[in-house]
């Protein structure tokens, strides 16, 4: 098993594999639970029930149902630990870990019908709003649009399995990277900022890669774009403004199938950068991307803006 496992500097993660293993398993159950709710309780005409950052950065009601089940299922499994979603106020931890979760990654998607959207779930040691102090130990990440989830337990690899086999305890295929290990023939997925002057800008930067790799994703959800990651199916990754929930179970992935995701000069992933792939990647797109994404003066502790 190739591992790249994910830390961070001054955290310590006293946790051994079976209670990072017993910490997927919930995180497993958890987002197929709300995979399940968000499939098959979507309204024929899902409308939008209010907006964050833009008016093209949208919540609806299935949002707000998801995170509330996740919140009710990971207390009931395991009281005492903290919980960081999209939607609510954060509820801190008494035990170490926090439980980080995205309802729906790929709201947009989810609003269209298209089916690339994702409940993520990762169980972290840390502090999740703070940039650079946690790092993830266990996650769970659902497509149930694709009849997919990607688990991952710290030290225990990456695997694959159908929403069905993920909860009959099934232990899937292991995942790894891929192998490209030229900039040039890799497929590379990104996404954008809702905001239009940071789209103006991600366009630019891409409009100087692409001719530098052999074609671009851009499939609408973090979540889904860092498990292909970790899954072989892309190549590298890179996008700016994503936040924890975002993240936090993909990092996992990726670095359990061999793989490895960095920030800014090549730090700890945040809002100002999340890069991704294997290792030779990472480094050879990190240095086409950061000088144009990242100047001297952006604010690398921005996770709690």
């Not at 995170?67 to 499994?77: M, S």
């Not at 030229?182 to 997925?189: I, S, T, W, Y």
Request: proline share 6%.
């Amino acid at each position: 098993m190739q591992t790249n496992q994910p830390g961070t500097p001054g955290i310590d993660i006293d946790i051994d594999i079976e209670s990072a293993r017993e910490l997927e398993t919930i995180a497993v159950a958890a987002a197929v639970a709300a995979g399940r709710l968000i499939h098959d309780e979507r309204p024929a005409q899902l409308t939008t029930a209010s907006t964050k950052t833009s008016d093209t950065d949208v919540v609806t009601i299935m949002d707000t149902r998801a995170e509330a089940l996740l919140g009710d299922f990971l207390r009931a499994a395991r009281p005492g630990d903290g919980f960081y979603g999209e939607e609510g106020a954060p509820v801190a931890s008494a035990t170490g870990i926090t439980w980080v979760v995205d309802p729906v990654d790929g709201t947009v998607n989810y609003l269209y019908g298209v089916p690339m959207y994702a409940v993520s779930v990762a169980a972290v040691v840390g502090e999740p709003d703070r940039s650079g102090e946690w790092t993830p130990v266990a996650g769970a990440v659902c497509a149930p649009g694709l009849d997919t989830v990607w688990s991952a337990a710290r030290g225990g690899g990456a695997r694959r399995r159908t929403m069905q086999a993920g909860l009959s305890g099934s232990p899937g295929e292991t995942v790894h990277v891929g192998r490209c290990a030229d900039l040039a023939m890799a497929l590379v997925g990104t996404g954008f900022a809702y905001l239009a002057e940071e789209r103006a800008r991600q366009g630019r930067v891409l409009a100087s890669l692409l001719p530098s790799i052999r074609d671009i994703r851009r499939l609408g959800s973090a979540a889904i774009d860092l498990c292909l990651i970790a899954d072989g199916r892309l190549d590298a990754y890179f996008e700016a403004g994503l936040r924890p929930w975002d993240v936090a179970a993909g990092w996992l992935m990726i670095a359990e199938a061999g793989g490895r995701v960095v920030g800014p000069r090549g730090a700890g992933p945040d809002r100002t950068l999340t890069l991704a792939g294997n290792l030779t990647l990472v480094s050879d797109l990190l240095k086409r991307v950061d000088p144009d994404l990242v100047s001297d003066d952006t604010p690398r502790n921005s996770d709690t803006e």
